[in-house]
């Protein structure tokens, strides 16, 4: 399984990004998340979303992002509105076995990073 990550990129405070992710080994009903580290702090959760469309979000992020899937086309995406300079990161797809997101391990497959970078 591979996931490829895009959509990252320059954009100032208050504007929006979408980020895409797609998995190469096509239909799945893996739990597919977000995740993202910024320079010098820990890889960090952002949002999650189960193949039925049950969603979790960090607080930090709730209400700005929105995370969702497309079965058909193996696809998954954030939508960040609102962006603040502290949203500024890579960004990483991720995908876990599972029912429901597990915070309690790590995802089984990682796609490579996208940055976002917001300015003030």
């Known amino acids: 399984v591979q996931l490829q990550g895009s959509g990252g990129g320059l954009v100032q405070a208050g504007g929006s990004l979408r980020l895409s992710c797609v998995r190469s080994a096509g239909y799945s009903t893996h739990v597919m998340g977000w995740f993202r580290q910024a320079p010098g702090k820990e890889r960090e959760f952002v949002a999650s979303i189960t193949w039925r469309g049950n969603r979790n979000y960090a607080d930090s992020v709730r209400g700005r992002f929105t995370i969702s899937r497309v079965n058909a086309d193996s696809t998954v995406y954030l939508q960040m509105n609102t962006l603040k300079p502290e949203d500024t990161a890579v960004y990483y797809c991720?995908?876990?076995?599972?029912?429901?997101?597990?915070?309690?391990?790590?995802?089984?497959?990682w796609g490579q990073g996208t940055l976002v970078t917001v300015s003030s």
């Open positions: 991720a995908a876990q076995k599972g029912q429901s997101w597990n915070s309690d391990r790590l995802p089984d497959y």
